[in-house]
């Protein structure tokens, strides 16, 4: 394991298309085991309701907690890598809106992080998703 590299290594938000090839090649290491990678995508019905897309929306602060989020994780899980990029702004169907991967020695480890860092981000970072209905409903969910 390279000791002098972060374990975490990238961190963002942004209103282009996400690229799961970028966040793979940030927690790549040779001394891992086990790579896990999740990636969230815009799908078309919540609830039995079919919806036309989504948007999402940031707080001025919402990178910051993804950094506190993820620091956390690493100081509680043995990972060599950690990465997390979430998407904001009009996503359409099938579009990513969010990817998270964790690279460890071995991949029960990597499995762990990897989901304690996709929960704790849809828990506590503040980005919103408004959603809307083909229908012309919409909600909004996860706000405060």
């Known amino acids: 394991m390279d000791d002098s590299r972060p374990v975490v290594r990238l961190l963002d938000i942004r209103e282009a298309p996400l690229d799961v090839n970028e966040v793979l090649a940030a927690v790549e290491d040779a001394s891992d085991g086990g790579v896990t990678l999740f990636v969230g995508a815009v799908r078309d019905h919540d609830h039995e309701r079919p919806v036309s897309h989504l948007e ?11 950094r506190e989020v993820a620091e956390r994780v690493a100081a ?5 890598a950690l990465a997390a990029v979430h998407r904001v702004g009009h996503l359409a169907i099938g579009d990513l809106a969010v990817v998270v991967a964790a690279g460890a020695s071995h991949r029960g ?11 704790d981000l849809k828990a506590t ?20």
């Open 109 to 119: 480890e990597a499995f762990d992080a990897s989901r304690a860092l996709i929960d």
């Open 125 to 144: 970072v503040p980005i919103w998703k408004h959603q809307v209905f083909t229908d012309g409903d919409d909600e909004w969910v996860g706000t405060p």
């Open 76 to 80: 509680e899980h043995p990972v060599t």
């Open 56 to 66: 999402y929306t940031a707080h001025p602060t919402a990178l910051d907690r993804l």
